[in-house]
């Protein structure tokens, strides 16, 4: 099985323009460009109020224990319904997770993760 990661890192915006603009002119010179994807922050505390160690739990967990709904992930991390929400909010937000819709009939939906490792990029 191949394993799924996502690059997390931190950039100024300066640098992701710079990039951008770098990218564009490859791109008129006709040259290939590599298709990159990943997540951005501006800082390390943005980075840390993105992803705080509750939210990485979450994520963990609907990987490991797969819950069929928020209210079993919230009974599952011990902790209240609106926290878990605002949470999931965030997380899906960030591309981290999908909110599937259950089979037809059902409001809940299923949060999903798609990667199995997060990397982690700071340039020194």
Request: aromatic share 4%; charged share 40%.
């Amino acid at each position: 099985m191949r394993i799924k990661r996502v690059k997390i890192g931190i950039k100024t915006v300066k640098e992701v323009l710079d990039e951008f603009i770098k990218t564009g002119e490859a791109i008129e010179r006709g040259e290939g460009v590599k298709k990159e994807k990943g997540i951005y922050f501006e800082s390390v505390e943005g980075f840390r109020k993105a992803l705080t160690p509750k939210r990485l739990e979450l994520l963990h967990l609907i990987k490991e224990k797969h819950p069929e709904s928020l209210q079993e992930l919230a009974r599952l991390a011990k902790r209240d319904m609106k926290s878990i929400v605002t949470d999931i909010k965030i997380l899906e937000s960030l591309d981290l997770i999908d909110m599937k819709r259950r089979k037809e009939g059902r409001r809940e939906s299923v949060p999903t993760v798609a990667y199995d490792k997060i990397n982690l990029e700071i340039a020194v």
